[in-house]
């Protein structure tokens, strides 16, 4: 420190603190940046670095940025991942003796924004904190710009790594004591800032003081778990460090179990493109944007926290039906409904900053314009019908709240809260008083500039103001020699006019100034008594708020499923799927009108456990697929379906393995990704689950591939039972269909009409006869010498096959399998014949005759291996 000046020790002092942090140090009207900081962040925000004298030989690197529009630089360095340290003057430089006092007034993280500029409107930020303890962990997620706190316990890592995911968090807090595989699996499945919370580290009793302290009722599952104190504890600190004020929104904590709801993991979530879609991770063209009709910010962000977790329940999943009903059949009221939507700000985002202490007079006319809305939609809700009174509760209109903020605020207020006009005269007394001074003050003024021109003939006189002189008679050069001697006294000499003074004059400007600046302060405090007066009662506003967002979120759903022809499904307990008629929600809306061919499917663990489909390329298998765990999924968020009829089981978890997401984890083959995700599917599915898996195996050799495919369609008959749609390419596995019993054969159906291939896009029982393969090359404009070799390399490998398989007395299809190792193929083929022989069917010469030509067929295997 030796040799710097007292300013930059200080700044060095406070840097020390926040070393993690981009310090932005108040000096004047700029915020500056020093050092490494102002090499880093003059590089990210592409402003000039410079230097200044530090007291040292060697000059500071420095840059810099206005502080009335800082929160645009500041908005970029958190995007780009930095935390940023707002260090601001604590007084009055020109009052300050010595150095200014300067404090760091709140840290901005990625987790922790509140600024509009910084949020997206339908997307909640969440910042999560996850810490260890065995096998366990415990997770908590705060959105603080809304208020909401919730906490999980999981029990272990798939669990944990599939529930942070699904929050897409934007800054991750973790206990040092986290294992680093998980912290590696979780950065590498979500793109936030993860870093230990070392510095929020807390014992179990400070975390408790903690949590006691902010919250009036801490639930007894938290308190009594000493991972959910330390997780929620950790996360509480880490927000009031970088915050440093109130959070009185932060009300309460909600805590959930991962089992009540649906599980998507993140293949899911990326192969169904739930949110974003795979190809260019763009919200158009997810089944999220296809979703989203709300009006509201806050019915958008709810909508996708639906998306996110639908319900298990079936009572839950059927009160939002019936509600999505109600509206759906009456769309002039979901007209009505939106439209007073559309007047309601976000009550959620409102509050929190009320609560918070940042929000200006616009934004409590904001929230007083929302509440008048409220009373509009507890009539549309109550006539919508019983499900809406139980799902949105418009029981308390916050309307005492509206009335207040109506009584003290103008209706066009400016954003600054210190500079005055934010009163609504009438509202204080005395305020009124200061305001009518000023009034007279200045009539009196016109009334002086009007005395003074009638008095000295000039009729150009006039009173101006500036912040130095204050009021002053202003009279051109020209007509200086009008005036009479001794009554002025002169102030400014400007290039064609001189200023003048009156005693009078400044007499009355002290009164009025006097009166403007009481008046001002007086206003400011009178504004920050009310915000907080209506930040005691953030907890009525957010509850009001989750009714609108449920309200909003319901005729979101409403208008999809009246505009797009979709039917209530039918929930059931059992565990059979049946669907009639089912479109990709998606897919459908991009063809022209009526080009979709609808499809229907049957699942059930008795029979029809197992689809496998196949059919040549672009027949329409992954849409097929898609679709059935879309309408699936959308049934059990409380939406209509895309189908004539659907009936719907409860469905515990979705597993997808679809090849298209390959490129989404980095570092990793395409076949091992494939594995990674079969693997995932297979060993945690239960017979609720539903499992898509796209051409297992096709990333290996053929013999691997169809190896694979044919263990892993096994595994799941066998031991799974979960309800399946396996689609592939290698036709040899139809066969299992006859070694499985639950395993059937469906084909997207093609047809070859004057050597065109047509594709129908209709499932069909059966199993397809051929690839199509080449002609899809063709299709896709391939050289026709390599087409024309390739259908006669095809029609000698189809000879080949049939050579081999010649021999074989089987009268089955033919198996790729058979002809590669035709001996093992064929005494497992002998052992399942043997295992089906009904003896007490049988004469016992019949059955000798059996044994006679089995031995046949293995002795004949013998001779031709030999
Ligand atoms: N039911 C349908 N009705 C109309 N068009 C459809 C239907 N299903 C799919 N399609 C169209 O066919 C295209 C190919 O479908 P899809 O990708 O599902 O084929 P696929 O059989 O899985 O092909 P691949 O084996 O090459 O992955 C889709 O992009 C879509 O435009």
């Not at 840097?15 to 940046?33: H, M, V």
């Not at 949110?275 to 958008?300: F, P």
């Not at 709810?302 to 977790?309: G, V, Y």
């Amino acid at each position: 420190m030796a040799g710097y000046t007292p300013m930059m020790k200080q700044y060095l002092d406070i840097k020390d603190e926040y070393e993690d942090c981009l310090l932005f140090f108040r000096l004047g009207d700029f915020y500056e940046l020093f050092f490494e900081d102002a090499k880093k962040a003059s590089k990210e925000l592409e402003i000039t670095l410079t230097s200044r004298d530090g007291g040292r030989e060697e000059r500071v690197p420095m840059c810099g940025v206005p502080y009335h529009s800082a929160n645009t630089y500041i908005a970029r360095l958190v995007k780009a991942g930095y935390k940023v340290a707002i260090c601001e003057q604590m007084e009055d430089p020109a009052q300050a003796k010595g150095v200014v006092r300067r404090e760091v007034v709140q840290v901005i993280t990625p987790g922790t924004v509140t600024d509009d500029l910084m949020l997206e409107e339908k997307r909640n930020n969440f910042l999560i904190a996850v810490c260890q303890n065995g096998q366990t962990y415990g997770l908590a997620a705060t959105d603080i710009s809304t208020g909401e706190l919730r906490y999980a316990t999981l029990t272990d890592r798939n669990a944990l790594i599939d529930e942070v995911a699904a929050y897409e968090p934007a800054e991750i807090l973790m206990d040092g004591g986290t294992q680093s595989e998980v912290k590696q699996e979780i950065e590498r499945y979500v793109s936030a800032l993860v870093h230990d919370f070392e510095d929020v580290r807390l014992s179990s009793d400070q975390a408790r003081e903690l949590l006691e302290e902010q919250f009036d009722d801490v639930p007894s599952s938290v308190v009594e778990n000493d991972l959910a104190v330390k997780t929620v504890g950790s996360l509480l600190l880490y927000v009031k460090k970088t915050q440093k004020r109130a959070l009185r929104h932060l009300q309460g904590i909600t805590v959930y179990e991962a089992n009540e709801y649906m599980v998507l993991d993140v293949y899911a979530r990326r192969n169904l493109e739930l949110t974003e879609t795979i190809r260019d991770k763009k919200r158009q063209g997810s089944l999220l944007s296809l979703l989203d009709h709300t009006a509201t910010a806050m019915g958008g962000r709810l909508l996708k926290k639906w998306l996110d977790k639908p319900l298990l329940n079936r009572r839950g999943i059927e009160e939002r039906l019936t509600a999505v009903e109600a509206l759906a059949k009456d769309m002039l009221l979901t007209k009505d409904v939106q439209e007073i939507l559309k007047g309601v700000y976000d009550l959620e985002r409102l509050a929190a900053r009320i609560a918070s202490g940042t929000a200006n007079a616009r934004d409590l006319v904001a929230l007083k314009r929302s509440l008048h809305m409220l009373p509009q939609l507890q009539k549309v809700s109550g006539q919508a019908g019983d499900a809406f009174t139980r799902l949105c509760d418009f029981s308390d209109l916050c309307s005492d709240i509206a009335e207040v903020i109506d009584r003290a605020i103008v209706d066009e207020p400016p954003v600054s809260v210190k500079e005055g006009g934010v009163i609504r005269p009438g509202f204080n007394e005395e305020l009124d008083e200061l305001l009518e001074a000023k009034r007279s003050g200045k009539a009196w003024l016109a009334r002086l500039e009007q005395k003074e021109r009638e008095a000295t003939g000039i009729k150009s006189l006039k009173i101006g103001y500036n912040r130095v002189f204050g009021y002053y008679l202003e009279v051109t050069k020209a007509n200086l020699h009008l005036l009479p001697a001794g009554r002025y006294e002169r102030k400014q000499t400007l290039a064609n006019a001189e200023r003048f003074i009156t005693p009078e004059l400044k007499e009355k400007e002290a009164l009025i100034l006097e009166a403007e600046e009481r008046a001002v302060e007086l206003e400011y405090e009178l504004f920050v008594q009310l915000r907080e007066n209506v930040s005691q009662q953030v907890e009525r506003l957010q509850q009001v708020a989750h009714s609108v967002a449920t309200l909003d979120v319901l005729q979101s759903l409403a208008t999809v499923s009246a505009r797009y022809g979709y039917v209530r499904p039918e929930m059931t307990d059992g565990l059979q799927l049946t669907i009639k008629g089912g479109r990709h929600p998606v897919v459908e809306q991009v063809l022209d009108d009526g080009a979709f061919t609808p499809n229907d499917t049957v699942l059930n663990p008795q029979k029809e456990q197992i689809a496998l489909i196949t059919g040549p390329n672009m027949a329409g298998k992954s849409t097929y697929m898609r679709q059935v765990a879309l309408i699936v999924l959308m049934a059990h968020i409380g939406c209509f379906v895309p189908a004539t009829k659907a009936c719907i089981p409860l469905v515990d978890r979705i597993f997808t393995r679809i090849g298209a997401a390959d490129d989404l984890v980095g570092g990793q083959s395409t076949f091992m990704v494939e594995m990674l995700e079969t693997r995932h599917a297979i060993t945690q599915a239960t017979e609720r689950s539903l499992i898509l898996l796209d051409e297992i195996g096709r990333g290996t050799s053929t013999y691997d591939g169809m190896a694979i495919a044919h263990a892993v369609i096994e595994y799941i008959h066998e031991n799974v039972k979960a309800k399946t749609l396996f689609s592939t390419h290698y036709h040899e596995l139809t066969a299992l269909a006859e070694q499985f019993e639950r395993v059937t054969n469906v084909h997207a159906r093609c047809e070859e009409r004057e050597g065109e291939l047509l594709f129908l896009h209709r499932i069909e029982s059966g199993r397809a006869d051929r690839s199509y393969g080449i002609h899809v090359a063709e299709l896709a404009g391939m050289p026709k010498s390599v087409i024309d070799r390739a259908r006669t390399v095809l029609t000698e490998l189809e000879s080949r096959q049939q050579t081999a398989a010649s021999g074989l007395d089987t009268g089955e299809q033919l198996s790729f399998f058979l002809s590669e190792d035709p001996e093992r193929a064929r005494e497992r083929e002998i052992v399942s014949e043997l295992k089906k022989w009904d003896l007490l069917n049988h004469t016992p010469l019949e059955t000798v005759q059996f044994i006679e030509k089995l031995q046949k067929k293995l002795m004949h295997s013998a001779i031709e291996t030999e």
